[in-house]
């Protein structure tokens, strides 16, 4: 087996290893990850068309460049080993901010805050359901007042604090020499922060999971809301499992050395080979049900009670 190195290369070191068949996958990445830009350019263009209420685009906007921003770190992260944790950090943190539009574009799509509680306020929450509580069929349920709307909004909001505070703490760590890719295993301090973030992420997702299976009974299907809901739901956990699960294979030899991967934090390429690819796809779903006719919004109604909780 090949000695693993314990330094992670420079970019020329890198890219002066590689075979011809793994430069040649290179360049196939980064097709995709501009094919991915690409995409979204086109959405921005007609989402800007099609739809008239700014509330609504805008959100839409915010999501979908989701795709592209963890399809260009991952693709500098790739070719440039040694910043592949810092757009790891970038693509965690993004992605927290587009889930949290992605809330205020489904309350949009109900028409605002207000609005969406009335059409609600008849409709039973239903609480045992996934990530979290999926099996526990002994939750109650409950109304959705205003206040069942606030805890809900505060569970998916908290990402946008903690995540990127998580993130600072490691590239702290990480500045300070205290955090190696080379070696992330359950005696590190950077593997369970991790585990908040992925806690974190869970439990936003769990909020979400019931506003979104809540508004079911009432949004418009034309929408396609679930469909939306599933395409950021994969998103989201790639971008927090992911990592994790990849750093853990390599730090036990599950992936193992290689002559072109022969450093101990392998495992970032082979995160951003994947994710690279996975970005590309999933702009390819969303581009499919983000182009579907949308229904009349009238601007007037999109009331918010608190507009710092709406990203401008």
């Known amino acids: ?13 890198f890219v002066r290893g590689l075979s011809p068949v793994m430069m040649g996958f290179l360049i196939f990445l980064l097709v995709m990850s501009l094919s991915t830009c690409a995409l979204f350019m086109e959405m921005w263009v007609y989402l800007s068309r099609k739809i008239s209420c700014t509330h609504v685009k805008d959100r839409c906007l915010m999501v979908l460049s989701l795709f592209p921003v963890v399809g260009i770190a ?11 944790m810092l757009a790891d950090l970038l693509s965690s ?8 539009a992605f809330f205020h574009l489904t309350v949009a799509y109900l028409g605002g805050e207000t609005e969406m509680l009335e059409k609600l306020q008849s409709v039973e929450c239903t609480l045992h359901v996934g990530p979290c509580c999926c099996c526990c069929f002994c939750l109650p349920t409950t109304p959705m007042d ?26 702290v760590l990480w500045a300070d020499g205290k955090y190696f890719q080379e070696k992330v295993d359950i005696y590190s301090p950077v593997f369970y922060l991790r585990i908040l973030m992925t806690i974190s992420t869970l439990l936003s997702l769990y909020a979400f999971n019931v506003m979104v299976k809540t508004s079911l009974c009432v949004a418009d299907r034309r929408y396609h809301l679930m ?39 392998r495992a970032s390429e082979f995160n951003n080979m994947a994710k690279v690819l996975e970005a590309f796809i999933l702009m390819l779903t969303a581009r499919v049900y983000y182009r579907k006719p949308y229904p009349l919004v009238d601007t007037e109604l999109l009331a918010f009670d608190n507009s710092l909780l709406f990203i401008q």
């Open 1 to 13: 087996m090949v000695n693993c190195s314990i330094s992670t290369p420079f970019a020329e070191d």
């Open 74 to 84: 991952a693709q500098l992260g790739l070719i440039v080993p040694r910043s592949a």
């Open 93 to 100: 943190a993004y992605t927290g901010m587009a889930l949290f």
């Open 146 to 171: 205003r206040r069942a709307y606030s805890i809900f909004r505060k569970c998916v909001s908290q990402t946008v604090v903690l995540i990127p505070i998580l993130t600072f703490i490691i590239a």
């Open 227 to 265: 469909a939306k809901y599933h395409v950021i739901l994969v998103a989201v956990i790639i971008n927090s499992l992911q990592p994790l699960i990849f750093e853990l294979l390599t730090s036990y030899d599950v992936i193992p050395c290689t002559e072109m991967f022969n450093w101990q934090g």
